[in-house]
């Protein structure tokens, strides 16, 4: 079992920056990537960044290239969602996700959530 646990969302104007933090607990050696999702008010769960552990590129929806980045610290089993030039357009729950690896297979571990507010 991989346990994760988000913190740094909040309210912040359009503009403005926030970085939101996941702490990964548990089996957590056999994480093939981390991620960030969001699900905005009304809509679906999307994919904001994910990172691999070893293999394959950093991914980025379109809506936040250039404007997010994702990046993990091993030592302290955490990974950051950096988000600056925020919009109100950013408004919603924030995810941090991870795939691990069990045998041949790949199982999705989620967090809690954190609440972004971009206000106008």
């Known amino acids: 079992q991989v346990q994760l646990v988000e913190s740094g969302g909040g309210l912040v104007q359009a503009g403005g920056s926030l970085r939101l933090s996941c702490v990964a607990s548990?089996?957590?050696?056999?994480?093939?990537?981390m991620g960030w999702y969001r699900q905005p008010p009304g809509k679906q769960r999307e994919l904001v960044a994910l990172l691999p552990t070893s293999r394959g590129s950093t991914q980025y929806a379109d809506s936040v290239k250039g404007r997010f980045t994702i990046s993990r610290d091993n030592a302290k089993n955490t990974v950051y969602l950096q988000m600056s030039s925020l919009e109100p357009e950013d408004t919603a729950v924030y995810y941090c996700s991870a795939v691990v690896a069990r045998g041949t297979h790949e199982y999705d571990y989620w967090g809690q959530g954190t609440q972004v507010t971009v206000s106008s």
């Open positions: 548990g089996s957590i050696f056999n994480i093939n990537a």
